[in-house]
């Protein structure tokens, strides 16, 4: 079998030293150096291991090595003989691979594996992991190729192979095609490279792994920026000179989050552009997770930062109302009023909500003019009437009664029950599928798509919206109990338990000071997106409800069980 040696040496990558907490630090991270000889470069043409070499270092010190010849069982190439010295002979007595592959893993176990070219490598100890049914470890790798390629420019060396970064590195090993060496020497090039990284801010194992030299040496520099942020949950704002909020975020943990904008592999143009720009980066610590992501959505409502792409103009929001009067119809409005009407949405666009409109004029028969009619109106019917598309009570073709009944059909389609909506769409959309038709069956089903969403949306943030309150509590992911308090679906409070503490007390304190929120129509106390993020919360699994008051209930038979019809969109054709 191989050997296995233990080695302690003078640390050669003094660089390490010195870093920040942020992350997994560099110094702290063990990395397993591997590399193999093959009888070829295809594991299509069935080629195989001759020898396994690897060097297991941490801080910048050797913790210990692993070499081991590989008896294919089959013949070695002569010209892969002449390359790497290894022969028949030398493999014949030595272990297969499956003894060798074992001990390798459990000595690289709980590393990182480091390879130069790590998709060959790495690909081979993979592909015989698998055939030999044994469980490959989940390594996280880092391939020095890829790094070198971001570092050494073509002024230092003519390419990327070993030979050329062990020389440019002044590596103490010279590369030889047999495993251990190459091992020895990708060690080496391995602690160059991270020095060179190191003064490029790149200090733990998280930006080393997604660095990339598209992030500018200035936008680097400014990672002191996040110096003065926790490590906890939270909002971040990017500002300028002028204190003008440039972008707003939000994490689990502000301080790295930030950091990873001036040191990891942040490659878009606009957070680019918008990291030049900034200046200063404030942050909110918050209790919870939720609270995080609703501080976020009010900042972006309140700032409307240029580099934000959603979420800045809740205001623009559009709705689907029903009127109250003596003829109702349905009409896309800006926002909805108290006048007892019924509305649907909000809808992110007008012309969501004017699909919308479309969809439920398909199928329901009421005018679709826009000015008010009397009780007793007396005028010339449309074409919309001699189509059979409106009941045209404009010139007395239907009663009162006739018409309220269609009304309730409509208010009950987008408040409780779609079935009829669904049903005549999908119909049409068939019939125009069997005549290949195509567009105007997607136009069809497009339509169909906008109502179910939107009046799914309706009928699961209307109860929430209705209730005065609703306290409920979850273990959180790291094993606090979480506290919000909801009022109309608004975030009125959050907060975590302290360990050890009465939690009915706490939660109490918490509702006393919770933020008063009133019930207004005209203007929802939350933006939808709010809400909805409150409401996915409060679906999660494990939650308590503490105490609710209202009812917070939504109907069985509504659109939410028929959006696994336009979830996924498949041709017509």
């Known amino acids: 079998m191989g050997s296995s040696t233990a080695a302690v040496t003078k640390p050669r990558w003094e660089a ?25 470069g295809s594991l299509g043409d069935g080629d195989r291991i001759t020898e396994i070499g690897a060097v297991k270092v941490r801080g910048g010190e050797v913790l210990g090595e692993f070499q081991t010849l590989v008896n294919p069982d089959q013949p070695i190439p002569a ?9 028949n002979p030398m493999v014949a007595d030595a272990p297969a691979i499956a003894a060798a592959l074992p001990a390798f893993l459990e000595f690289a176990r709980g590393s990182v594996l480091v390879a130069h070219n790590a998709r060959f490598d790495v690909g081979f100890l993979r592909h015989f992991s698998a055939e030999l049914d044994l469980v490959w470890p989940g390594f996280e790798v880092l391939d020095t190729v890829r790094l070198a390629r971001h570092v050494v420019t073509r002024d230092e060396a003519p390419n990327h192979k070993l030979s050329s970064l062990a020389r440019v590195f002044r590596s103490t090993t010279t590369p030889n095609h047999r495993a251990l060496a190459d091992a020895r020497a990708t060690v080496d090039v391995l602690h160059g490279l991270l020095e060179r990284l190191g003064g490029l801010g790149v200090h733990t194992f998280e930006e080393l792994a997604t660095y990339s030299s598209k992030v500018s040496a200035p936008q680097r520099r400014k990672r002191h920026l996040a110096d003065h942020l926790p490590n906890a949950p939270g909002v971040y704002l990017f500002t300028d000179e002028q204190d003008r909020v440039l972008y707003v975020g939000t994490s689990k943990d502000l301080r790295k989050r930030v950091r990873s904008y001036f040191t990891a592999s942040e490659t878009r143009s606009r957070i680019g552009e918008m990291v030049q720009i900034a200046t200063a980066v404030r942050g909110i610590t918050c209790a919870t997770p939720l609270e995080a992501q609703v501080r976020e959505l009010r ?17 623009r929001a559009s709705y689907l109302k029903l009127t ?6 349905l009409s896309v409005v800006a926002r909805p009023k108290d006048d007892q009407a019924d509305y649907l949405g909000p809808f992110s666009s007008r012309a969501t909500a004017e699909s919308t409109l479309a969809a439920l004029h398909e199928v329901f028969p009421i005018r679709q003019c826009k000015d008010r009619l009397p009780v007793q109106p007396a005028r010339s019917a449309c074409v ?13 073709s239907v009663d009162e009664l006739t018409y309220g009944a269609i009304v309730r059909q409509v208010r009950d389609a987008v408040t409780r029950r779609p079935d009829e909506v669904v049903e005549t769409i999908e119909a049409k959309m068939a019939e125009l599928a069997s005549e290949e038709r195509f567009e105007q069956a997607a136009a069809h089903r497009d339509r169909l798509a906008s109502f179910l969403r939107a009046a799914s949306r309706a009928q699961r943030l209307g109860p929430l919206l209705d209730c005065p309150e609703i306290v409920a509590t979850r273990r ?4 606090r109990w979480a506290v919000h308090v909801v009022r109309h679906g608004r975030l009125a409070a959050a907060g975590v338990i302290p360990s050890g503490s009465d939690a009915r007390a706490y939660v109490d304190r918490l509702r006393a000071s919770a933020e008063t929120v009133l019930p207004d129509p005209a ?6 997106e709010e809400t ?10 494990g939650l308590r409800l503490v105490d609710v008051e209202g009812e917070w209930t939504c109907p069985v038979t509504g659109a939410a069980r028929h959006l696994d019809r336009v979830a996924v969109r498949p041709p017509l054709q």
């Open 324 to 329: 109250r009067e003596a003829w109702p119809r």
């Open 523 to 528: 203007a929802p106390p939350a933006s939808a």
């Open 384 to 396: 919309l009437a001699e189509l059979g598309r409106c009941l045209a009570p404009c010139d007395g």
């Open 476 to 479: 959180e992911d790291d094993g």
């Open 79 to 87: 010209f892969i003989a002449v390359l790497t010295g290894i022969t």
């Open 532 to 541: 909805e993020r409150i409401l996915a919360w409060l679906e999660r699994p």
């Open 16 to 40: 390490q030293q010195g870093f920040d907490d942020l992350g997994r630090p560099l110094r702290d991270v063990t990395f397993c150096v591997v590399d193999l000889e093959t009888t070829g």
């Open 299 to 315: 900042l972006i409502a309140q700032h409307k930062p240029p580099y934000n792409r959603r979420s800045r103009f809740p205001e």
